[in-house]
Structure formats: C-alpha cells, structure tokens
C-alpha cells in the first residue's frame, strides 16, 4: 500500500493503493461506479475518464499514474438538477438505451467540447472513435453530440 | 502486469539511477497502454517514466526533436510545416489510447501491427537513447529487431528525431483495417524526394503483414534514379515484393498479405509522389 | 393503415431512466456489488473434447482467503437446459452445473470463491486437474458423419417436450415439414437455383459482460441480482439445477447493460447462488471480455441448403429450405432457433409447394443461444440472396419480383400453423403489412432507379446497389405470457410493476406510455418497476420480440381495469353512474355538465375517506397471434476491387412496426440492429484453431464499427396499424439485423459480380472471388 493524492472531480483526495491497481479498481471501490467496465482492454471506451483534460481509459490506467493529476469522472459532470448538455441531449434525442456505454461518451465528448466548443462531426468522429455502442448504431449518439457543439447553435438549431 | 511497488521519479538521472538499481526487475512505463499486450507475470517495480520532462516536439535546423514521452495525440495535433508525423498518429487506434500511448512507448517494443515505427523507418528517423553517453541509432538499426537489445540497465529512449519534409520531398502512410480502429493487416510508408523529375532519393517500409516492420530494398532500388509514375511503382513493386516475408494477421492468408502489400506499396509511393511534386 | 390521435404512445418523450444513465447513477448489477462480496473466478478447460481423469482442489480449498471451490465432485448432478424458455423447454437437458466431462475450450472444471480476484485466481492456478483428450468435433459436416465422436454421451441427456433428440448421432433438434410437393413445384418452374449459404459465428457483445451476484438473507432465501433477459425462467432454472423450492430463491434485475439474446440464458446464475448457499457471503461473477465471447452464447452457426423454383412470369413454384444449425457444446434454443429460420421466412413469399428440413448437431464449439433475429437471421441470408439470384435467371428485376410475391394483408400462409417453437404453429392471417411501401420507400431514397448491371461498372473503385426483404414475429402465440400489476398513490401517480424485463430496449418507457394512455394520465406519473421475482407478476421475459406486443397488452388490460375502478370511485365522490362520467387528464369529468376530481383526489378517497380500498389489479395476458413486423432493406456500397475492401456507402432501413409506441426508440431498435448487421456481415467472425480455441476473444481482432465507421444511415418508420396489438403496435427489436447480411451480398455483386455464399464478407474472400471470376467453392466456415 502507497498513498497517492490527486484531484478528483474538483477536490483534493488521497487514497492509499496497491501498485497494480487500475484506475477504475480505485474508482468503483470508491463508490464512483459511473465509470464502467467492458473490455478492461482498453477497447471498448466504457470507462473513459478525464485526466488532465484528456479522455483516458480508466481500465489500463494504473492508479499510480494518476498521482497529482487531475481526474474527472461522470459523478462530476452532472446531477439531476443540473445536468450537462450532453447529458440532456444524450438524454432527449434517444441515444440512451442500455445506457452502460453512456458515461464514456459523455466523458469523451466533454473532454473535446472543452477542447473545441465548435467541434465538426469529423471530430466527434475523431475523438469518439474509442467508445462502443452495441445497441443504437450510433445515429442518436451523433445526433445528440452534433447538438451540443457551438456550430449547431450558430446555425439555430441546437 | 504483477507490480510490487511503483516509483515516480521527476528527473532523467533519478529514473536512470532508479532504473540500474532494480535492475531486471524495473519497468518503465510511460502511457502504459501496451501492458493488455503483456504476458509477464514475474514482480515488477513500475518506474513512472511520464512525468520526466521528455515529452515536446522542437524543430532544430530542419530536424524535428520529438520528446519520447510525448503522446500520439500531441503528435497528431501538431501543426507545421514539415510535419508528417500526424498522418500517422490520426491512425493510430482510438483516441483515449492516442491521449496515453507515447512515441517512445510504441517504438521500444515493436509488434507486428505497430504503427510508428513503419513511419519512422521510412522517414529515417534517429532515435536517441540516453545512457551513461547518448548515442543515436538510426531507424533502420533500431527496428533491425526488437529494440529492446540496444538499451543497457539505465538506459532510456529520450528523443526520436524526424526530418522535416522540403520542398520536392513526398511522404504517405497506409493501413489497411477493417474498421478505423482496427489492428493493421498491413502497413506501408513511402517517402520520396524528386529532383529534375527524377526520382532522387525513396524510402519504403512495411508492417503489418510482415513478422517485423522493415524496409523493402529491392524496391527502393528499383525506383532510385527512375522517373516516377504510377507504371514504374507497380513495376519496382513487383520486382521487389518478394525480399520481404509475407505473414498474415487476423485470419488473413499469407498469400493475400503479400496481395495487399503489393497494392497499397503502390497507392502510398503515388501519394508521395504527388506531395512532392506540389500537388 | 389508419392514424390515431394519442396523448402518450407514439410521441418521442424522455426515456424514463435516460437521465438518470447518462449521469452514471448506480444502475446495473456491478454497481451495486457489496465491499464484502466474495468473487467468484472459473477454472475452464484448456481442451475442447476432454475427459477429467484426476482432479486435485486440495490446494485451492486450503489457500487463506479461499471460501469455496465448486466440481463436479461437490455439487448436485441435474441435467437440465441453460436456455431461458418457457417450461417444459423446447432444449434439451444436456447440461450440469460441473462435469467431468470437457465439451468446448472454455467448458467450467472448477469454480473458486475468495476474498479478492487476485486470490480466486492464485487459488484457480492451485488446482491441478488432468484430462483424456478425446477427439474434438469442429464442423457440422463432421458432427454429422458415422462414427463420429459423440459430444453428449451422458445417460441423463433427453429432451423434455416430445420432438426429435438422437445426442448418439450428436443431433440436438430436427423438424421436418413439407406443404404442398416440392419436387412437383421444382418441376414446374421455368428456372431453378439449388445453392448452399452459410451463416458464421458472431457474438451479442453486449457492453456489460454477464454478472450476477447472490447473497443469503436472515430467511436463508438466495437474492440473485442478475443481468438477465429472463428473471423468472432463470429463477425457475436455478431452483432445478440447486434442488431447491422455488421459494427459496429471489431473482432482481436491475438495469441491464444490453442483453441482445445473451442474457436469455443461464450462464452464471447457478453457481452465484451454489456459492452463497456454500458460503453464505455475498458472492460476485462477473465475465471478462474474453470469457463473454467463448463462454456465454453466440449465433448458431448455420449450413444452409435453398433451392427455388419461379416461372418467367415471376410466380415462385417452390421453395425448398434445409437448415444444419451447429448448436456448439450444448443445445441451448437449437431446435427453436432453426425452427423459426424455417418459419419467420417462408411466409414471406407466396408459394403453394414448401419443405423446410431443420437440425440442431452439436459440436465442441461455444454454444449458440438467442441472438437477436434468432434463426431468421440466418435464414434471410439465405433467402434474400437467392431471390436475387433467381430473378436473374428469369430476367426480372428484383425488386419487382419481391414486390409481387411478398405476402400482403389479408394473406395468410399455411407455414404459420405447420411450423411453431418446437412444435405446431397458430393458423394466422396478415392483418397489417405495409411492406410494399416499405420496398417504395426505401428504394425512392437508394435511388434503385439508378442501378445498373455490374458488367456495366468499370475502375478500382465499384458501387452496387442490393436489397432484402424481412419479416419477424411478435411474440410466441399460445405460449407466452405476461403479466402486470398497477396501483394508485394518494398524488394521482401509479406503480406499474412488471415482469416484462427492460434490456436497454426503453420497454420501460414504451409500457408505461401504453398504461399512461389507457389511464389518461401523463408519463411522469407512472413510476415503473420491473423484474423482480418477489415483487412483480410474472413475464416469459424479454425475447422473441414480445415485449411491446404482449406485455403491452398485459399493462394495457390491467390499466383498463383500473381506471374503471378510478371511474367507479369518482361516480361515488361525484354522486352520479360511473357511465356518466369520463377520463381527461389525469381527472375524472362528467361528460356533459360540471363536476370533476382530480385523480389524486380520487386516490385519497379511496384510502381514507368512505368505501376504502387500494385502487389496483393485477392481468395477465397471452396472445393468439404474431403478427409479423416487416422490412425492406436498401444499401449501396463500394468494392475496392484491387482489394476487395467493401464500404458501405449508405443503408436505409424501412420498417413497418405498426403503430411506433415511441418512434425514437423505434428507430433506435432499427438502428442498432442494422448496425449489428453491418458488422455481422462485414468485419465480426470467430477465428478458431485446429483444437478449436478461440483467437480473437477481445475487440481489439474482434471487430465492431464505431462512431468513425458509421455510414450514411436512413430509417424509415412506415406506420400500420395492427388491430391486435396495444394502440396499433408490433414489435421491432429483431427484425432489422437480419437484412444487412443479404442486401451486403447482392449489392457486392451488383458493384463488380461477386456472389459471396459464405459470411462474413471479408476483403480477401471479395478479392479471391474477383480472381476466380465471381465465385469461390463454398466452405462450411465458422
């Protein structure tokens, strides 16, 4: 056991951990189970969490790596009265149905809207290329992210 | 992988002491995002490699310095004029993986579907490794096999070194997936450079389809001092396809490896030819 | 086709637990695993047709940290079927909790329960197990040959409805059929075709891999929380395979992180609750990726013989279909599988002279289960290729040949009482079928107008452009059933507790718009509750596409009974007959004159003031019928033909769905079944060894698209109405993966004349085709 401290959704937290532990390990025994496990290969997206404003898989993330980092997770981004954008749209457009992959795209999409508020459809593309959805096809998903860039707002329908 | 401890040093010499000092048993590690790959299950001490201060791409006298921890999305989102390297990363799996993998990461260990270091043979990179003296290899020494048989205790990849594409200079990469995001089945790189309308210096790696990535002389042969031309590349391509090993991956044949080998060695020496005549 | 005017159905409101999903709220079963929970790891065999000969635990059992280690030396022996159907299933009982005997590489040898994975996997390490190797049956045509190995040769192994089952010839399931006289019907037609297809493995990948965990409570009842498609057959299932009452078992489905058939089986369920009955602490399972796509259940592989027959004027004179399912290990829903290959396709196309010969083998493979499409999948494949290939010879167009051949409404077809689930069907006419517009509408936004022959197309790069025409069922007739209960609360809002088990689908939502519609009363105050085996009546589960067509029945008919019961209470606070009186938003009103109370009023009465009671009831439903949703599909794609590379350029799926009780999620059901069916047919396909182990159980070599990946894709919701259905409605969940598969294959060969006969359609088989001229020899794959 080692003590690291990092800062988690805004605040700074210390956890003692094992040197082989994942971050998602860490996460989920913290009660932050928002972050999902499906592949724990680094290939499904599920878990994606933002470290240092960048979308990472918490899955093959060791716990160490995040040592004096900034980490965000899907508790932080949003709650019922005050959900994210994305969450709203992810929400109202349809493209929530099982929902398990929801949070990764929602992580993943807020670390590129952050970076580029007027993402192009290629970005999404881009950047989303990580995350898996077995149940929509996409095409909600797409709708939904395609809403929450500043380019669908210049254009009046947002 | 079996850790037993981790240690974060914040300075090069630090790591490289820490390195010695454990000997066999350290591990670097930088993004990480290659241990899924990893069978070894004997007591490791993670080394953080991350947080050394390597990471950053400078451009001296026509040469890019490309820290070895920097990430593949920095090498994708760097703008230039010169830069190639982005072609390559924009291709690289899938963007959380782009946001951790690091350019010394996937070019210490080589597997048969890296990217990098296709790319890296055929723009004859030097990669610097920092040990008790820095000594630098080029890429075609360097991927000769594993790399891992170049570096002594302590020693690191620091610095990967790119040329600058000039005028009359041409670079393409190529993988061929199944879906975007798709382990590669096969990987070519062709940079060429022209002068007179001639074809004055080329240089063709492949990956992928072969156990190891590497360049293809007989191709590069074939072409040296030639005038360019969609004709010539299916010519010195088949003169010089069969110094290579063809390996399928994937559930493809080794004869349809060499197949796809053939035609995409053909579509990047056309994308570089076009680069470098300005089109 | 007629409109209705509703208030709640067919109106894209908020998916009820959409929010709460996309915050990351505590939803499936994995986040709710207790700190203490035990976990649970499986020892599997190395080998795909092995016996055990020695096996040693001792090192396990006696590691600190190690609560229990399950064999088949330690736990009962009780065949039974992991298949989550009705009872008596239609699968056979070839299956125990542990065996000694190894049937697939990744069959269960021993099961660990320790403090930390790290542990149970040290302690699966410890146990030392030696094997007979026995000869290993990797194809169908080898599972069928004299003399071969046989796969189930245990005494107990039977099945329980009266219907085919020889495991000494390693046949799982046989249905034989025939209408009117094929040979007669190949004789009269101007033009036959005669081919073989084949249909490949494929896995669900849902994106929650299966888990459950299982606690024992001061009762000493086992609380399974499962991710399951079926709570009570998986109740039911575990109760056998413990021997233990029914009573003592508890089984709660929370969300459900995608199921698509997987999760219609039994997969962890009997060793989670053998583990906490052995251990009493709470114990968890769950599947990692690689055990997800060789352990739980796959598509039925299928072997395929068509032979059609058609007069120049079009007219079909016969259809003759033999199916060869490959079961895998164990033969989980094989004979309904191939069944409904046979009976959820013949319809489609009138024809007076039909044989369908159907067969489940087993081999030492991973085992099919549900899938999505189930059996018809594999089927359309077929079928839709071949009825390109026969317009051909008679020189029609294919569309145009569908379009006169496709059953209409008011048709009925004499498969639908020859072929059930495992036996007889219900005689049923059409009463919606929009299939014809669906074909008109598609190929207007294809653009078939602009098709032109391949030997018309030149250059690297050729487009094509292919069509399939689908049908699927909704529910099974006479055999399943749902049920729900439905009461009032004092603010006017109701619980709706179901059976019917919500995987993602959003049936949650869809059910509670049908009760909010038949109550007058909005969305939000319907708080639903699903799945629990204590606390909500029982529902068959969700599959067979039945959920919105039969448990929608079952809400409305219960939501039926108790506004009469609401009209009842207010005629008694207004002082008038309850015909007097009517229901408008969320109030009891007299029809004509004043006077109104508000349901909330309504409900206070009712439980305090006069006459008290709890506003309730409880229905249950099973249908005579299954209509059948239907489907035209339309894609263009472009081969690279110095690759053989297959793009697809756009799809457009037109379905009829009869009324669309939520047309988003509808077309998300589309949608994501299409997507499936894109990468069924293009990239996603098991490559196996010589001893038949799995070398690509990740999806890193396992490939499905991602948002990169997706083409242009247009869905058509064409709206009938389906008098039999709640407002309208039929299902829509399966029927859209069974055409990517087909109209991939004829648009191929629209581009550049290749006729792929075997899936998936990879780059190197489009090329070795172009090099041969079209067609490769057709090859049993896997």
Redesign the interface.
């Given at each position: 056991m080692k003590t690291i401290t990092f800062t988690l959704n805004g605040r700074e937290r210390s956890f003692d951990i094992e040197p082989d532990e994942t971050l998602i390990d860490l996460l989920r025994r913290s009660n932050l189970t928002g972050t999902k496990r499906g592949c724990d290969t680094g290939m499904c997206g599920s878990c994606a969490v933002i470290m240092d404003d960048r979308a990472v898989n918490a899955c093959i993330l060791f716990a160490f790596q995040a040592d004096g980092r900034t980490i965000e997770t899907i508790e932080g981004v949003g709650d019922f009265d005050s959900p994210h954008p994305l969450q709203t749209a992810m929400a109202d457009t349809g493209a929530v149905q099982c929902g398990f992959c929801t949070p990764g795209i929602v992580m993943t999409a807020n670390a590129l809207l952050r970076q580029k508020p007027d993402a192009a459809e290629e970005d999404f593309n881009q950047h989303l290329d990580g995350n898996l959805c077995r149940c929509t096809g996409y095409v909600k998903i797409k709708e939904a992210l395609l809403s929450c860039s500043a380019r669908a707002a210049d254009k009046g329908d947002a | 992988?079996?850790?037993?401890?981790?240690k974060?040093p914040t300075q090069l010499d630090e790591a490289r002491t820490l390195l010695k000092e454990l000997g066999e048993s350290a591990m670097p590690?930088a993004g990480?995002?290659l241990?899924?790959f990893l069978r070894d299950e004997s007591p490791k001490?993670?080394v953080?490699i991350?947080?050394l201060g390597l990471s950053g791409i400078r451009l001296v006298d026509g040469i890019f310095h490309i820290g070895a921890t920097t990430t593949v999305?920095a090498l994708h989102e760097h703008d230039q004029p010169g830069w190639v390297l982005d072609r390559v990363a924009?291709e690289f799996?899938?963007?959380?993986?782009r946001?951790?993998a690091t350019i010394g990461g996937s070019s210490v260990r080589v597997f048969p579907w890296s990217d990098l270091p296709v790319a890296l043979l055929a723009l004859n990179a030097a990669m610097v490794i920092t040990g008790d003296e820095e000594r630098t290899l080029d890429a075609e020494t360097f991927f000769a096999s594993q790399p891992f048989h170049h570096f002594a205790l302590g020693d690191l990849l620091t610095s990967v070194r790119v040329p600058a594409l000039t005028a009359g200079q041409g670079f393409a990469y190529l993988k061929?997936r199944?879906?975007?995001?798709?382990?590669s089945r096969c990987t070519v790189a062709a940079w060429l450079s022209l002068e007179d309308g001639k074809i004055a210096g080329v240089r063709v790696a492949v990956g992928a389809a072969v156990p190891m990535p590497c360049r293809m002389p007989d191709v590069e042969q074939a072409l040296m001092g030639a005038r360019p031309g969609p004709k010539k590349f299916e010519e010195a391509v088949q003169a010089g396809l069969d110094t290579a090993r063809w390996k399928g991956l994937?559930?493809?044949?080794d004869e349809?490896a060499r197949?796809?080998a053939s035609?995409?060695i053909v579509d990047v020496l056309n994308r570089a030819h076009q680069e470098a005549k300005g089109e | 086709m007629s409109k209705r005017n509703f208030n709640v159905v067919n109106k894209p409101l908020r998916k009820i637990d959409a929010m709460s999903l996309a915050l990351g709220k505590p939803s499936y079963v994995g986040d709710f695993k207790p700190a203490d929970a035990l976990i649970i790891k499986m020892l599997t065999s190395p080998h795909a047709h092995a016996r055990i000969t020695s096996i040693d635990i001792s090192g396990a059992e006696t590691m600190p940290g190690v609560h229990a280690v399950l064999y088949y030396g330690n736990v009962p022996r009780i065949a039974h079927t992991t298949a989550g159907q009705g009872y008596p299933e239609p699968s056979p009982y070839d299956t125990f909790m542990f065996d000694s005997k190894m049937r697939f590489v990744g069959d269960r040898v021993a099961a660990v329960a320790a403090e930390t994975t790290k542990i149970a996997e040290a302690a699966l390490k410890a146990i030392k197990v030696e094997y007979e190797v026995l000869q290993p049956v990797l194809r169908i045509q080898d599972a069928m040959k004299d003399g071969a190995p046989v796969i189930h040769d245990e005494p107990e192994a039977r099945a329980v409805i009266p219907v085919p089952y020889e495991p000494k010839k390693n046949m799982a399931a046989k249905v034989d059929m025939e209408i009117g006289d094929l040979e007669k019907g190949l004789a009269e037609a101007d033009e036959t075709i005669d081919f073989q297809y084949y249909n490949h493995y494929a896995q669900h990948c849902p994106i929650e891999p299966h888990v459950s965990m299982a606690w024992v409570d001061r009762e000493d009842r086992i609380i399974i929380t499962t991710s399951t498609q079926v709570p009570f057959h998986c109740r039911r299932i575990v109760a056998q395979t413990l021997d233990i009452p029914v009573r003592q078992i508890r089984v709660i489905k929370p969300r459900i992180g995608g199921g698509f058939g997987a999760k219609q089986e039994i997969v962890l369920e009997d060793v989670v609750a053998m583990m906490a009955l052995r251990t009493k602490r709470p114990v968890y399972w769950e599947y990692t990726r690689a055990e997800e796509f060789i352990s739980s259940r796959t598509r039925h592989p299928m072997l395929m013989r068509l032979r059609l027959g058609a007069k120049k004027d079009g007219t079909i004179t016969a259809m003759g279909l033999d199916c060869t399912s490959n079961t895998g290990w164990n033969g989980s829903q094989g004979l309904t599988v191939v069944c409904n290959s046979g009976s959820k396709m013949l319809p489609l196309y009138r024809c007076d002279n039909i044989h369908f010969l159907g067969m489940a083998v087993y081999t030492n493979l991973p085992a099919g289960g549900a899938y999505r499409g189930y059996g018809a999948t594999q089927s359309a494949f077929a079928f839709e290729s071949a009825m390109d290939e026969l317009a051909d010879k008679i020189g029609m167009d294919p569309l145009q040949f569908r379009a006169m051949n496709h059953i209409k409404s008011g048709d009925t077809s004499p498969v639908f009482r020859a072929l059930g689930e495992g036996r007889e069907g219900v005689d049923q006419a059409i009463t919606s079928c929009e299939l014809a517009r669906c074909i008109k509408a598609g190929a207007k936004e294809i653009g078939w107008k602009k098709r032109k022959p391949h030997t018309s197309k030149k250059g690297r790069y050729r487009r094509g452009i292919g069509m399939a025409c689908l049908m699927q069922g909704s529910a099974i007739p006479e055999i399943d059933m749902g049920a729900a209960t439905l009461k009032m609360n004092e603010d006017g809002s109701f619980n709706l507790l179901m059976g019917a088990t919500d995987l993602g689908t959003g049936s949650d939502t869809v059910l509670a718009q049908i009760t909010a519609e038949q109550l007058g009363t909005t969305l939000d105050k319907i708080i639903v509750y699903s799945s629990d085996t204590d606390m909500t009546p029982f529902d068959v589960g969700a599959y067979a596409s039945s959920t919105t067509y039969l448990s929608g029945q079952a809400v409305q008919n219960v939501a039926l009974k108790v506004s009469k019961q609401i009209l009842k209470v207010g005629a008694d606070m207004l002082d008038c007959k309850a015909s007097e009186l009517k229901i408008k938003d969320s109030k009891v009103v007299r029809k004509q004159g004043d006077g109104e109370v508000t349901f909330s009023e309504i409900a206070l009465y009712s439980m305090y003031s006069a006459n008290q009671f709890q506003i309730g009831d409880i229905s249950s439903k099973i249908v005579h019928h299954s209509p059948p949703p239907f489907a035209a599909h339309f894609v263009e794609v472009e081969v690279d033909t110095y690759t053989g590379h297959v793009r697809v350029v756009k799809y457009v799926a037109a379905a009829d769905c009869g009324t669309p009780i939520h047309p988003r999620l509808a077309e998300g059901q589309v949608e994501g079944a299409v997507m499936n069916g894109i990468c069924y047919a293009l990239t996603e396909e098991y490559l196996f060894n010589d001893k038949g182990r799995m070398l690509n159980a990740n999806f890193g070599d396992y490939k499905l698209y991602t948002l990169s990946d997706l083409p242009e894709m247009k869905t058509i919701l064409v709206p009938s109405y389906e008098k039999t259905g709640p407002y309208g409605a039929k299902s829509v969940a399966e029927i859209g993966i069974n055409g990517p598969l087909p109209a991939i294959a004829n648009a191929i060969h629209n581009a550049c004349g290749v006729r792929l006969r075997t899936g998936p359609f990879t780059a190197e088989k489009v090329w070795r085709a172009l090099q041969a001229g079209g067609e490769i020899p057709f090859e049993e794959g896997h």
């Open positions: - | 992988m079996n850790y037993i401890d981790f974060s590690v990480s995002t241990h899924v001490v993670a953080d991350a947080r999305t924009s799996v899938t963007q959380p993986i946001n951790m061929d199944r879906t975007s995001t798709d382990f994937h559930g493809i044949s349809y197949h796809l035609i995409l | -």
